[in-house]
T-cell receptor, first 115, second 110 residues
């Protein structure tokens, strides 16, 4: 299993540009989520999905869109990038059921800089 | 609102010098408390899940414990390869999302 994969690893955008961060998992996990990590602030939840076709907002959703058309993929879209979105983005997934099914497994991250 | 506070923010130990990291939490009904390790430039790596007060779990030099208000990650005789940021997170009953603390950055010097 490749686990959770993310592309790209690094990205530089200009203010106002759009882009999509890709996330895929091959563990047949129902639950997938996107976090951003900023110095001193820990991981903050952006959006999450409990299955194909179902998404919901997390703690910091503004400026981001998501969709989930398949179990495997959960892309994160930045419609109009702003410097405040400079951060490291992590995708995570979990089985989402059973006693030990809520442990989230993380991808390697995408480091995004908006100038 | 669920909250997680980790202390200290940073900890420097000599190799072999045991210590503990603290994770204090408030949550409306705890479903699980999670510990992760994060190396620079990488994603968090799952270590433990604890479900109820009194529970303990061990992995190599690490032991996690849980009370009704806090969790400790005990590091026994650490080695330089234990240097990393350790993250704590909680999950409330009925919710899927995790709430993370800001982490403890551990440095173990040879």
């Amino acid at each position: 299993n490749a686990g959770v994969t993310q592309t790209p690893k690094f990205q530089v955008l200009k203010t106002g540009q759009s882009m999509t961060l890709q996330c895929a998992q091959d563990m047949n996990h129902e639950y997938m989520s996107w976090y951003r990590q900023d110095p001193g602030m820990g991981l903050r939840l952006i959006h999450y999905s409990v299955g194909a076709g179902i998404t919901d907002q997390g703690e910091v959703p503004n400026g981001y869109n998501v969709s989930r058309s398949t179990t495997e993929d959960f892309p994160l879209r930045l419609l109009s990038a702003a410097p405040s979105q400079t951060s490291v983005y992590f995708c995570a997934s979990s089985y989402g059921a059973g006693r030990d099914g809520y442990e989230q497994y993380f991808g390697p991250g995408t480091r995004l800089t908006v100038t | 609102e669920d909250q997680v506070t980790q202390s200290p923010e940073a900890l420097r130990l000599q190799e072999g010098e045991s210590s503990s990291l603290n994770c204090s939490y408030t949550v409306s009904g705890l479903r699980g408390l999670f510990w992760y390790r994060q190396d620079p430039g990488k994603g968090p790596e799952f270590l433990f899940t604890l479900y109820s007060a009194g529970e303990e779990k061990e992995k190599e030099r690490l032991k996690a414990t849980l009370t009704k208000k806090e969790s400790f990650l005990h590091i026994t005789a650490p080695k330089p390869e234990d240097s990393a940021t350790y993250l704590c997170a909680v999950q409330a009953m009925g919710r899927r999302a995790l709430t993370f603390g800001s982490g403890t950055r551990l440095q173990v010097q040879p």
